[in-house]
């Protein structure tokens, strides 16, 4: 005997599978758009031949030169070169933090908790002049465009959450076989926490690579400009190059996809903790 399917099961999924289609059309509009003539862009919607022009045009072809070409490539080194760094610092500090926050005791620990905690409840927009004048020195330079953004709170909580739930009397059997702070954050710590060190990595670094404001601030210098800078720089909504303007937002998001793509395993598992 077939089980039937309840009507509202079959509106649900269509719903989503709707919702869905609408969150993924601007990708495959932007992806399109990039691979068309450009006396085609903006005007279809099905692909109706495919050409390279604006990834040429980007790479030195089709009148950029190699000048404009070089910009682009740099541009695209310069965020790999602020992001991850970025990112792994953060991963670090969350971890020493959850684990001082949970497993060590020191005075004034309730005060550091309380104001990691403050901090959650505020936009990161009002520290946006308070940390460019702190910053001023290094402006147009890659520590400028680093150290500001390494603290993560969001992250440093998921630590924190992990670590609640590790015995005290594993990291004490730690220190009684003589092992460091330093030692059990590397040996043990952070090999159990794989998953959420992932995850942590990968939002910092989705965070930092889309980052727009603080680097148009810190570094306004064409030499220092990430990708994402030189995109809203070089083109805007009456610019006569569409094609690739497309094509470089589609160099923008690529990163991204791969690493979700190859971490997601660590990701799922990470997701999952954070419902238990």
């Not at 790999?80 to 005075?107: C, D, E, N, R």
């Not at 594993?170 to 710590?189: C, T």
Request: hydrophobic share 55%; with cysteine.
């Amino acid at each position: 005997m077939k089980k039937k399917v309840k009507v509202s099961t079959v509106i649900i999924c269509m719903v989503t599978l709707v919702l869905m289609l609408i969150s993924l059309f601007p990708y495959y509009y932007m992806v399109l758009q990039s691979f068309l003539p450009w006396n085609m862009v903006d005007k279809a919607l099905i692909p109706k031949g495919v050409s390279l022009d604006s990834y040429r045009y980007l790479l030195g072809g089709n009148g950029a030169g190699a000048k404009d070409a070089l910009k682009w490539i740099r541009a695209l080194m310069n965020s790999f070169l602020v992001s991850i760094p970025t990112a792994a610092v953060s991963v670090w500090v969350g971890l020493m933090t959850g684990y001082a926050t949970t497993h060590m005791q020191y005075k004034g620990k309730s005060i550091i908790y309380s104001s990691l905690l403050f901090q959650m409840f505020f936009p990161v927009i009002i520290l946006l002049v308070p940390r460019y004048m702190l910053i001023k020195p290094l402006a147009n330079h890659y520590l400028g465009m680093i150290l500001p953004l390494v603290i993560s709170i969001w992250g440093i909580f998921m630590y924190i959450n992990y670590f609640k739930t590790v015995p005290s009397a594993v990291f004490e059997a730690a220190k009684i076989d003589g092992a460091s702070d330093i030692k059990i954050l590397m040996k043990i710590a952070l090999p159990s926490t794989k998953s959420i060190s992932i995850i942590v990595f990968l939002s910092v670094f989705m965070t930092r690579w889309n980052e727009l404001m603080w680097d148009m601030l810190v570094a306004p210098d064409v030499k220092m400009q990430t990708l994402n800078v030189m995109i809203s720089t070089q083109f805007n909504q009456n610019s006569t190059l569409p094609g690739p303007m497309y094509a470089a937002s589609v160099m923008l998001t690529l990163p991204v996809i791969i690493l979700f793509l190859c971490f997601s395993k660590y990701f799922k598992e990470g997701i999952n903790f954070m419902l238990k």
